[in-house]
């Protein structure tokens, strides 16, 4: 199985920005469909963001705007570029594939002070 390690979280202003990073570790990684995932405290995971093979992006309705997904096939890698936060985006923030879901590493802590 692929293992996807995520750093770049951190502490930051709402108003400000964070990028996130993703980087798969096996070499079974798929050029396939990818996303950003978050789980805030008490809440279930949900999506934030996918990019297709082709690197056409979708969006949360509330992210749409501020974030923005990336990738780098060559690095088996996807970034997260987060703008504008707010302190509803405070979450352990997880990357996996949109279909055929691998084991979820450790996440990325994102916390926004007010």
């Known amino acids: 199985q692929v293992q996807f390690v995520e750093s770049g979280g951190g502490l930051v202003q709402a108003g400000g920005s964070l990028k996130l990073s993703c980087q798969a570790t096996r070499s079974a990684f798929r050029v396939d469909a990818i996303s950003w995932y978050r789980q805030a405290p008490g809440k279930q995971r949900e999506l934030v963001a996918s990019?297709?093979?082709?690197?056409?992006?979708v969006y949360v309705k509330s992210v749409e705007g501020r974030f923005t997904i990336s990738r780098d096939n060559t690095k088996k890698a996807v970034y997260l570029q987060m703008n504008s936060l707010t302190p509803e985006d405070p979450a352990v923030y997880y990357c996996n594939y949109l279909f055929n879901l691998q084991s979820w590493g450790q996440g990325a802590q994102v916390t926004v002070s007010s």
């Open positions: 990019i297709g093979r082709g690197g056409n992006p």
